[in-house]
């Protein structure tokens, strides 16, 4: 038995030769040195194997020094990070066969584990992201606490944005893909409940105050009706009656604008020709009446009132008779169409009356048509001398007041008394004081009268 010497054990690294074979040993020396040769060799392949991109011909000069430190460096790293997982996944199989045999429960335990790691990790992102958007929220409140008040309701819109989110973020196993609901703004869904209410109580019956409201389902609530014949009705005939009273407004504004724009002859002749449209004038007079804050022919039934009740009145254009009506005085009703039967049917210039016959003529909102000065002076000739002259027409028809006043005049009478006071009518006295003082061919301007024509409403 010799010893071998000690340079025999170790293995050329640096030159890369195979090692020079050993001297004969003996049998357990040789073993211990077979498996240290063995660990030489497979650790002197694994440099080898890294170190061969070193190796590979270059151009002389292409790479400096420093970067060949820098790769080397870099290959002896990936080397020991190989060394070290090859290390790991050793002591993995050993544990596994102290475990048992490949293909028992200890595999499916291990894939188990690795599906709760994987669920755990899953669930902390999640629980992660609810608490920064919970951090978030609070933050949003706290800077503007008036936009966030009903946010804790779960019935808001908040509330289903978020559970659209959460239903998003977590799909649910057997579905593959999900379709994102459609999200609602704050506005989008107080409407939608406005509207709710409104449709639930549109068809809901009336009841008494005395009683509770039934509860109705909401089948019932959400159907309207059905429609029945009476209520289809109802709805025509409502409907008529809209454009019949339309219908009535436009030609009762036709008829004033005739009245006003032609002379009291033309009017006698539309009136005679269609008895029917004087009936359809009053009517609409008399709802334009119901809107005036004063009745100037009640204003002037008040003053003849306070004279003698002998005294004769002559009422040109008296309507339905209502001044006649209102005074105990004795009255003769003229007017282009009747209304009554105490109304003489005729032209107001030409009135059947003998001269200097009355005590007072009334002109109540009659001056109308383009001959005024004829109605004055057939007023002028039935009247007895001394006798009343009382005039009420629209305010916004005067352009100058006192031309309108001078121009009567003229006529043969005298202003005793006017009213100006009125916001809507203007009221005039006049006394007779004898006949006119021009000739029939004499222009009077102060007696023309802007037109009183009503506007659709």
């Keep these: 038995m010799f010893e071998e010497p000690e340079w025999a054990e170790e ?267 004087f009936l359809l004038y009053h009517r609409g007079f008399q709802s334009q009446v119901k809107k005036w804050p004063l009745q100037p022919v009640d204003r002037i039934a008040r003053d003849l009132r306070q004279r003698p009740a002998s005294l004769v009145v002559a009422d040109f254009g008296c309507g339905d008779c209502r001044l006649a009506s209102s005074i105990r005085n004795p009255v003769h009703c003229f007017d282009l169409a009747s209304l009554d039967p105490r109304v003489t049917v005729c032209d107001m210039a030409q009135v059947p009356l003998e001269d200097e016959s009355v005590d007072v003529a009334v002109f109540c909102l009659s001056l109308m048509g383009t001959n005024i000065r004829d109605f004055l002076e057939e007023a002028n000739r039935v009247l007895k001398p001394g006798g009343l002259l009382k005039v009420a027409e629209v305010s916004s028809r005067f352009e100058d007041v006192r031309t309108f006043l001078g121009a009567v005049t003229k006529l043969g009478f005298k202003v005793i008394s006017k009213d100006l006071t009125n916001s809507h009518f203007f009221l005039f006295d006049f006394e007779k004081t004898g006949p006119p003082r021009v000739g029939p061919k004499a222009q009077l301007t102060g007696l023309k009268l802007q037109p009183c024509l009503y506007k659709r409403r």
């Excluded at 929220?137 to 959460?166: E, F, M, Y």
């Design 11 to 277: 293995a050329p690294v640096a030159t890369g030769l195979e090692p020079v074979a050993a001297r004969p040993r003996p049998a357990a020396a040789s073993q211990i040195k077979g498996s240290k040769h063995r660990q030489l060799l497979a650790t002197l392949r694994a440099l080898e194997a890294a170190a061969l991109p070193q190796q590979s011909p270059s151009l002389p000069g292409s790479d400096s020094e420093e970067e060949v430190v820098e790769r080397k460096k870099k290959h002896s790293k990936k080397a020991s990070f190989s060394n070290v997982s090859i290390g790991v996944e050793k002591k993995r199989k050993k544990k596994c066969q102290k475990q048992g045999p490949p293909g028992s429960d200890s595999e499916k335990k291990e894939v188990e584990r690795k599906k709760k790691c994987l669920k755990g990790v899953f669930n902390a992102s999640d629980s992660a992201e609810e608490e920064k958007r919970k951090r978030k929220h609070q933050k949003q409140v706290r800077s503007n606490p008036a936009q966030h008040l009903d946010n804790d309701d779960q019935t808001g819109p908040k509330a289903w944005k978020n559970r659209d989110t959460n239903d998003l973020s977590q799909p649910s196993a057997g579905t593959t893909s999900a379709n994102p609901s459609h999200i609602l703004s704050r506005k989008q869904w107080r409407n939608r409940q406005k509207n709710k209410r409104r449709h639930k109580n549109k068809f809901r019956p009336p009841q008494p105050p005395d009683q509770a409201p039934a509860t109705v389902s909401t089948e019932e609530t959400e159907m309207p009706p059905d429609p029945s014949p009476h209520s289809h009705e109802d709805r025509a005939g409502a409907l008529r009656a809209r454009m019949a009273q339309r219908l009535d407004g436009a030609r009762f504004r036709y008829l004033n604008e005739q009245l006003y724009s032609g002379p009291s002859s033309a009017a006698q002749r539309l009136f005679q020709e269609d008895p029917e449209a």
